[in-house]
């Protein structure tokens, strides 16, 4: 699939075929998809725990429960845990990554004044930030960044999945034995879905004008209606939800999952 279709067929999936197992080498794309995201400095500090429902323990699925994952946890057979490795940025590993960079000629133009730059203009600055820029907005982009992909592999290999967080994820650190240095971020049910691949439509958005300015906050990022067209028929832009058969597809859905009309798994501050 071109990578503009894979795009505009991602959706949020809640319901998985729960008897189709998941090929361990879909997972093992959308991971690789994952390692070779951008981060900060190329520290990669993206992780992930790779957890298949028929090994699980059903004290670790309680765990990894959210409130709103009802579906989910139902019928996933694979969850992805996601967490932010703070020892990624520790300090003499950054400047390591960054002499990494030079010497694959991926920043600077000559190896020894660029790695006499780092040394004597950015270390002295990371080495007082490091510790905040291990959980600043920025190390948590490099995690979106990082999934994103690992997503959108995961569509184009027909796929579907469903971003889960949790105020009750810091509580399985131990079960997953965890380093001290991780801070969990979600949770990622994977598998095919049990619903058409339409879900329904694609998810509404505001429009683009109400997200994106340009020169200053204020003046919308003005649309061109013949690249909106384009979109289209490149079928990144689909038909937006809810599409006129989704009540029926969700009653068929509920019924053949034998599953309850609810959202909530387990109420919040549980
Ligand atoms: C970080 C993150 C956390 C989310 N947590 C949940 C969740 O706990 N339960 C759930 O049903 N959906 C969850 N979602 C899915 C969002 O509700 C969904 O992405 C949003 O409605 C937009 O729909 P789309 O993914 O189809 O574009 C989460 C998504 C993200 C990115």
């Known amino acids: 699939m071109e990578l503009k279709e894979v795009i505009g067929r991602r959706r949020t999936i809640r319901?998985?075929?729960?008897?189709?197992?998941?090929?361990?080498?879909?997972?093992?794309?959308?991971?690789?998809?994952?390692r070779h995201s951008s981060c900060v400095g190329n520290v990669m500090n993206v992780r992930g725990v790779v957890i298949w429902r028929d090994q699980a323990s059903e004290s670790l699925l309680k765990a990894l429960t959210p409130p709103l994952g009802y579906q989910q946890m139902q019928t996933a057979p694979v969850f992805i845990f996601w967490y932010n490795e703070r020892a990624a940025y520790q300090i003499d590993k950054w400047?390591?990554?960054?002499?990494?960079?030079?010497?694959?000629?991926r920043i600077g133009t000559s190896v020894e004044g660029t790695i006499a730059e780092i040394d004597k203009r950015l270390k002295p600055i990371f080495s007082m930030g490091w510790e905040a820029s291990s959980v600043s907005p920025l190390a948590f982009m490099d995690m979106g960044l990082a999934i994103a992909q690992a997503t959108l592999v995961a569509y184009?290999?027909?796929?579907?999945?469903?971003?889960?967080?949790?105020?009750?994820?810091?509580?399985?650190?131990?079960?997953?034995?965890?380093?001290?240095?991780?801070?969990?971020?979600?949770?990622?049910?994977?598998?095919?879905?049990?619903?058409?691949?339409?879900?329904?439509?694609?998810?509404?958005?505001?429009?683009?004008?109400?997200?994106?300015?340009?020169?200053?906050?204020?003046?919308?990022?003005?649309?061109?209606?013949?690249?909106?067209?384009?979109?289209?028929?490149?079928?990144?832009?689909?038909d937006t939800a809810p599409l006129p058969w989704r009540d029926a597809e969700l009653q068929y859905l509920i019924r053949a999952l034998g599953l309850e009309d609810r959202i909530l798994a387990v109420e919040f501050g549980t």
């Not at 729960?18 to 690789?32: A, G, S, T």
């Not at 801070?183 to 095919?192: D, E, I, L, R, S």
């Not at 505001?206 to 300015?213: D, K, Q, R, T, V």
């Open 15 to 34: 319901f998985f075929l729960p008897h189709r197992p998941v090929e361990r080498e879909k997972i093992q794309k959308m991971l690789e998809a994952a």
């Open 95 to 105: 400047i390591d990554d960054l002499y990494g960079l030079v010497r694959a000629r």
């Open 156 to 238: 184009d290999e027909g796929l579907g999945t469903c971003m889960m967080s949790s105020p009750r994820i810091e509580r399985i650190g131990k079960m997953l034995n965890l380093p001290e240095t991780a801070v969990p971020v979600a949770v990622q049910a994977v598998g095919y879905p049990a619903e058409s691949w339409e879900a329904g439509g694609q998810t509404p958005k505001p429009p683009l004008g109400e997200l994106f300015h340009e020169m200053s906050h204020g003046q919308p990022f003005e649309a061109d209606p013949a690249v909106a067209e384009e979109l289209k028929d490149a079928r990144m832009c689909q």
